[in-house]
């Protein structure tokens, strides 16, 4: 089933990537409270202690210092400090399927997901505080588009002052965008907080930005006290899906998202720019070392550039299954995605080489733990690899739960 949802999402996927594969659809938020008697709201509700949560759905992994930090449905926070060999659970205030976490130090770290829910941890990752959620992302998208109309009205109203044709045909365009804006903005508003967020990415513990469904990005510049929609930054006008962010170089951001999109910004997101994208499909990820690069999407598409993204060359890794997330190691570049596949490549992200783990179970998110092994999280929870690309047999353990 979830191959099907991954390969039926070429054109326009309701939630995309990580949101897929948790099977959870959009549309299904609008159904009527009657039929979920008992319903609980995810934002309101703790995820509760299991021992099973390093087998369920996990959707992203990411090292803080020495310890692991894993993400995913049922809002399921689990941390290891042993290269995954056993995990404990952390305590999160929400069950709202996460699908993305990020550690800009071993302190600090920052998780997404479902209901536009944004957590923050200040213990490395066993304790989390919600920060923000779809609800208060409608109100920042709401005002933003108001002011943005408020804007283009001015700016007809002086072209009109100025008697100047160009100036009046471009203003006239950017009211009935504005216009257009709002009533879409107050229509999201109105069925509540459904849209996803898909990725975070800080720079420190103070700079962040985190992203998602229908062109959906929030900016901070605070640790998340206060996130601000950053939406009209980025050239989006038709709210693509925002899959990924990725930092290459010193201060320049990447994202991807659907149909291809593909922007850059070389001020730390002060300022985005489309550039040229290789593929008119799904994109889901980038990874770099040094000026070499691999974008990767639909399809078991890979894309390699030796020039910092200027141009682009098509690979052929042997896989067709499409491709969710990777890292770079020290000594081997790992992508990993559907029906169980992992690429991996060199250290120069050259030299591909593609297997299907048994059990063609899907695969999220890969992190090289600091013993060179490789940990693995999707759908059947969490699996570790050695640098060869074997599954290691190890027992995968779970402490029981303090709360």
Known sequence: MFSDLVQRSVDRPLSMLRACMSGVILAAMLVS?????????????PAMPTE??????????????????????????????????????????VTATLTAVHFPSGQYGWAVGHDGVILHSNDGGLNWTKQFDGYVANDAIVAAAQKRLQLAEARLEQARLDDDPLAIEDAEMRLENAIFGLDDAQYDASTGSTKPFLD????????????????????????????????????????????????????????????????RSDDLGENWHQQMSPYDGSLFGLVSHDDHQ?????????????????????????????????FVGRKNTLLVGNGGSVVFFDAELGKPRSLILEGRQPYAAV?????????????????????????????????????
């Open 33 to 45: 409270g009657s039929v979920w008697a008992g319903w609980q709201d995810p934002l309101q509700s």
């Open 52 to 93: 099973r949560a390093h087998r369920n759905l996990l959707l992203d992994v990411v090292r803080a210092d020495n310890r692991l930090v894993a993400v995913g449905t049922h809002g399921h926070i689990i941390v290891s400090d042993d290269h995954g060999l056993s995990w404990q659970q952390a305590r999160v205030p």
């Open 200 to 263: 975070v990415w800080f720079y420190d513990a103070r700079r962040g930005f985190a992203l998602g469904a229908y062109g959906m990005i929030f900016h901070t510049q605070d640790g998340g006290q206060t996130w601000e929609d950053a939406s009209a930054r980025l050239p989006n006008p038709d709210r693509l899906h925002l899959n990924a962010i990725t930092v290459v170089g010193a201060q320049s951001l990447v994202i991807v998202g659907e149909m291809g999109l593909f922007v």
């Open 294 to 326: 691999l974008l990767f999407g639909l399809r078991g598409h890979v894309f390699r550039s030796d020039d910092g993204g200027i141009q682009w060359q098509e690979l052929q890794t042997g896989s067709e299954q499409s491709l969710f997330g990777g």
């Open 367 to 403: 992190v090289e733990a600091r013993n060179g092994d490789y940990v693995l999280v999707g759908e059947a929870g969490v699996k570790r690899l050695n640098a060869q690309g074997d599954l290691l047999d190890q027992h995968i353990s779970m402490a029981a739960g303090d709360f």
